[in-house]
């Protein structure tokens, strides 16, 4: 499919720099098929059934923008996908001032090494010490926060906070899964009483999330690849919620992209663990998903082309449209959407 199909215009003032507080009070655009209603996240338990599950991602972001000197040089480096113990793969600004072998010192004495460079231009970075590594980037790096934030105001101590979600344990990921931003202790509360479930599963989520479609056609793009697990008792849970005639409703595209990557063709989901790289574009066919819930995602992005084809691009298209009249936040921080497709269940 042509990439401009998936285009629209977004007003700058409708990106969302920080977000609602409490976190469970931004808006909510429920989408069935043709049926669009504002709500609040606050009414998702309503919105669900009793014997549903909601799956969420607990990745956990770490400050993976770092900002260091090659020589005079200044060499910006965004860290998205971990190589081994102590080495990452890395976008770099400024790459041109950086040859393989050069020495890249850092903020905390920390420093690391250029050790080889991959074709679409990403450094593998070695870092140096006895420390662990996870203690080296502490110390060194700030929240990665998306570009369309951190190119209109600086990272600050509240993004530590407001950039992870309740369910964040598994260290590792470069952007947060923002969909699981909105969740409170009130919220899970709720949904614990009216009867819907929850499980989680890891997907370190990569600064690819974030890269433009450059190419012409959907066919011609290459998707980076990320790290998912899904434990075995976690996909037999999963796999008796739908047996039983509830839904599983990913929280997130990260979620969803783990649980279709790890689904046979008649809709089991397997124990899972490894990279996936799954780009989903209309006239895929989902296998492991009855919904999403999903914040309000770029033009042209990868993002917007799998939620069309979810739901229909006509329909998205529309979706979006109502959205930005109705001042709805993009991104992020911003505000919230529950997609319920009609899938004969």
């Given at each position: 499919?042509?990439v ?5 215009d ?13 976190r469970?009070?931004?808006k909510?655009l429920l989408v069935?098929?043709?049926?669009i ?6 009414d ?9 599950v ?12 770092l900002?260091?000197?090659r020589?005079q040089?200044?060499?910006g ?8 113990p102590?080495s990452?793969w ?12 050069d ?6 004495d920390?420093?690391a ?7 679409d231009?990403s450094?593998?970075?070695q ?6 590594a996870?203690v ?12 369309y ?8 101590e ?17 952007a ?10 009130r919220?899970?509360d709720t ?11 890891t ?6 999330t974030?890269?433009?479609v ?8 290459r ?10 008792e ?14 599983l409703?990913?929280?997130g595209?990260?979620?969803l ?10 809709g089991?989901i ?9 780009f ?6 989902f ?15 990868t993002?917007?082309?799998l939620v069309?084809a979810?739901?229909g691009?006509d ?5 979006y449209?109502h959205?930005?009249?109705e ?7 911003g505000?919230?959407?529950?997609l319920l497709?009609?899938?004969g269940r």
């Open positions: 499919m042509r401009d199909l998936f285009d629209f977004l007003p700058p003032d409708r990106i969302a720099l920080r977000p609602a507080r409490p469970d009070s931004a909510l069935e098929e043709s049926c209603s504002d709500r609040q996240v606050l998702l338990p309503k919105l669900l059934r009793p014997g549903d909601l799956v969420f991602n607990d990745t956990k972001v770490i400050p993976a923008q900002e260091g000197r020589g040089a200044r060499v480096i965004t860290l998205h996908k971990r190589e081994g102590r990452w890395a976008f770099v600004r400024n790459a041109r001032r950086l040859r393989i072998g020495r890249i010192e850092f903020e905390g920390v420093s090494s250029a050790v080889e460079r991959a074709d231009g450094f593998l970075i870092l140096h010490g006895d420390e662990p996870e080296l980037i502490e110390r060194a790096g700030r929240m990665p926060l998306p570009p934030i951190a190119s209109r105001r600086p990272t600050d509240a993004d530590r906070q407001d950039y992870q979600t309740v369910f964040a344990r598994e260290e590792g990921a470069v947060a899964p923002t969909a699981a931003l909105h969740f409170t202790q919220l899970l949904l614990d009483a009216h009867g819907i479930g929850r499980e989680t599963l997907l370190h989520v990569g600064a690819g974030f890269l433009p450059k190419v012409e056609e959907t066919g011609d793009h998707m980076h690849s990320e790290w998912g697990r899904i434990d075995p976690t996909a037999d849970r999963l796999n008796r919620t739908r047996s039983a005639g509830g839904r409703i990913a929280v595209t990260t979620s992209r783990l649980l279709e990557s790890a689904a046979d063709e008649e089991g397997h124990a899972f663990e490894g990279d996936t790289d799954i989903i574009t209309p006239g895929y066919r296998r492991a998903v009855d919904g999403l819930m999903t914040n309000f995602h770029l033009p042209r992005s993002l917007f082309m069309s979810l739901m691009l329909v998205m298209k529309s979706a449209a959205a930005i009249e001042g709805y936040r993009f991104y992020s921080y505000d919230s959407s529950l497709p009609e899938r």
